[in-house]
DNA sequence: TGCCCCCTGCAG
DNA sequence: CTGCAGGGGGCA
């Protein structure tokens, strides 16, 4: 479930929260969920300090003062819940962090991260997709999983001429599974795909080859739009999403199609529809989005 | 490019 | 009860 937004919301709340400190204590209560990469048998983990907590897609990466790297993915239901301590609730907490930190750890909560003030992070995932993962190398951008990943969306080095450049280098792909593919771009997922594409007037199943110049800068501008617009919100809490402190995100409620079927698009007031495209609910305006195909 | 799958929980 | 859920790796 997180996609960009959300996952940066969750990182800068690790970097305000956890960068700095030394972790005492680490458990795996779930064993699957904690991954190796290499032959690295010493995890370095227990005495080490985080360094910083950086973002690649929808991947966090923390960096550890021994020289590893802890990457975690949170798939669809992962959470990491910051806790002060346990039984502790400070003066004027927010009342949602109160409620969810309360009942932690719960039956979702395969792992958790202590720390040598009494602070506490828990990584919750219902669905048990997510993972954390040790990487032996300082420089992340070695690791297969990340070297495959396409540009950041937000990024500087992401230009309208570049995307111009890689639409052109993909023109028989569908724009819907294009864009949800972390090796075109990272960070993108069905949520904001949706928005992008509403906000864009371009069809899930419109070619990318096909697109006009003026449409493939309508969406670039829609991509960055959307995602800014999300991380300003604190992303979107449709589902189990919630930022390291329990709160909501708020983006859900001035979506444009995502789970809006059968309710008016915001441009034009036809009925939003919902079809699968790639395995995936695509929500769109027939009338915006006309054209699935043609040079439209 | 399109399935199948990893899981659990919840809506219908 | 079945089907469906926002991710994405592996397979043909």
Redesign the pocket.
């Known amino acids: 479930?997180p996609?960009l937004p959300e996952v940066e919301t969750i990182r800068q709340g690790l970097t305000d929260t956890i960068r700095g400190k030394q972790i005492s204590g680490f458990e795996v209560r779930l064993p699957k969920v904690f991954k190796v990469a290499g032959p690295e048998r010493d995890q370095r983990i227990i005495g080490s300090t985080i360094l910083s907590v950086e973002r690649r897609?929808?991947l966090l990466l923390l960096r550890l003062s021994t020289g590893v790297t802890l990457l975690i993915?949170l798939?669809?239901t992962g959470q990491l819940i910051y806790r002060e301590g346990a039984g502790i609730v400070l003066a004027g907490g927010h009342p949602t962090n109160d409620m969810v930190t309360a009942v932690l750890p719960r039956?979702?909560t395969h792992a958790i991260f202590r720390f040598s003030d009494g602070s506490e992070l828990f990584f919750n995932d219902?669905?048990?997709?997510g993972y954390i993962m040790l990487v032996p190398n300082p420089d992340v951008s070695e690791v297969p999983?990340i070297k495959a990943f396409g540009p950041e969306p937000l990024g500087r080095a992401f230009t309208p001429a570049r995307f111009g450049a890689m639409l052109k280098r993909?023109p028989?792909?569908?724009l819907k599974?294009?864009l949800?593919d972390?090796s075109f771009i990272a960070g993108l997922?069905?949520?904001y795909v949706d928005e992008a594409l509403n906000l864009a007037k371009l069809h899930p199943l419109r070619l990318a080859g096909s697109l006009r110049p003026a449409q493939q800068r309508a969406l670039y501008q829609a991509i960055r739009q959307v995602l800014r617009t999300s991380l300003r919100l604190g992303g979107?809490?449709?589902?189990?999403?919630v930022t390291i402190r329990g709160e909501q995100g708020d983006y859900h409620r001035i979506a444009r199609v995502y789970h809006r079927t059968g309710l008016p698009c915001p441009s034009c007031g036809t009925l939003i529809q919902r079809m699968v495209v790639?395995?995936?609910?695509t929500h769109y305006c027939p009338v915006c989005q006309r054209t699935p195909r043609g040079t439209g």
Request: proline residues 3%.
């Open positions: 479930m996609e897609g929808k993915h798939k669809m039956k979702s219902q669905r048990t997709f999983l993909r028989h792909a569908k599974p294009l949800l972390q997922g069905n949520i979107t809490s449709d589902n189990t999403y790639a395995g995936r609910g």
